[in-house]
């Protein structure tokens, strides 16, 4: 099993571990609601970019795990990954026009950045592009981890609970070290990646 292949059955997972207590607590909360709609609809979408570009399967994790490290990952991405949902659910607070503004802002933001970076850069590769710097890519060099912590980041707003900002801070940490280690990568693969580098931010346009 690849770790793709993992992580799409932590989606069904996590499909499965809102849907479940949401339909036992009923789905009258506004909050709630809303909150469904973005992160259900998120993992019902990583499930079918696999249909939709097959070279997925061909770029993106594509290291073998164990029957451990699949557990771990169901669990982490699969379980964990529903932290704010349910936190939402406990919520009683009804939520207010500016927070779902704002949620629905950095997820529609957030998803689009992440896509459009994910398929630019795999149908580059593809046609043999080697470094890609245009397009999605030309000002960050990571925008597809900004896109992600955007996206993670609405969840944790539309929950409602400063506990939900575990999963982006999680997810950052967990990115950090890819972040850094792609840096080194590209440095020695590409000439023109000082270039690249030079004129372009790291993660947060204006800040790094």
């Given at each position: 099993?690849?770790?793709?292949?993992?992580?799409?059955i932590?989606?069904?997972?996590?499909?499965?571990?809102?849907?479940?207590p949401?339909?036992?607590?009923?789905?009258?909360?506004?909050?709630v609601?809303?909150?469904?709609?973005?992160?259900?609809?998120?993992?019902?979408?990583?499930?079918?970019?696999?249909?939709?570009?097959?070279?997925?399967?061909?770029?993106?994790?594509?290291?073998?795990?164990?029957p451990?490290?699949?557990?771990a990952?169901?669990?982490?991405?699969?379980?964990?990954?529903?932290?704010?949902?349910?936190?939402?659910?406990?919520?009683?607070?009804?939520?207010?026009?500016?927070?779902?503004?704002?949620?629905?802002?950095?997820?529609?933001?957030?998803?689009?950045?992440n896509?459009?970076?994910?398929?630019?850069?795999?149908?580059?590769?593809?046609?043999?592009?080697?470094?890609?710097?245009?397009?999605?890519?030309?000002?960050?060099?990571?925008?597809?981890?900004?896109?992600?912590?955007?996206?993670?980041?609405?969840?944790?707003?539309?929950?409602?609970?400063?506990?939900?900002?575990?999963?982006?801070?999680?997810?950052?940490?967990?990115?950090?070290?890819?972040?850094?280690?792609?840096?080194?990568?590209?440095?020695?693969?590409?000439?023109?990646?000082?270039?690249?580098?030079?004129?372009?931010?790291?993660?947060?346009?204006?800040?790094?």
């Open positions: 099993m690849t770790q793709l292949q993992a992580i799409n932590a989606k069904v997972t996590t499909i499965v571990a809102l849907l479940v949401a339909l036992v607590l009923g789905l009258e909360s506004e909050r609601a809303i909150y469904l709609a973005l992160h259900i609809s998120y993992c019902l979408w990583w499930l079918l970019e696999e249909v939709l570009f097959p070279w997925r399967t061909t770029q993106l994790f594509t290291e073998v795990v164990g451990p490290q699949a557990v990952v169901v669990l982490y991405v699969g379980v964990f990954y529903a932290l704010p949902g349910w936190l939402a659910m406990a919520n009683p607070v009804p939520i207010g026009p500016v927070t779902i503004a704002l949620g629905l802002s950095l997820y529609i933001f957030g998803s689009l950045l896509t459009a970076a994910d398929v630019q850069k795999g149908t580059a590769k593809v046609l043999g592009a080697t470094l890609v710097a245009d397009g999605a890519w030309r000002r960050v060099r990571h925008v597809n981890y900004l896109g992600d912590l955007l996206r993670y980041s609405s969840f944790a707003v539309i929950a409602g609970s400063p506990w939900a900002w575990l999963l982006p801070a999680s997810v950052l940490a967990l990115y950090l070290p890819r972040m850094i280690g792609k840096e080194a990568s590209m440095a020695e693969r590409y000439p023109g990646f000082e270039a690249y580098r030079q004129s372009s931010w790291w993660l947060l346009p204006g800040l790094i």
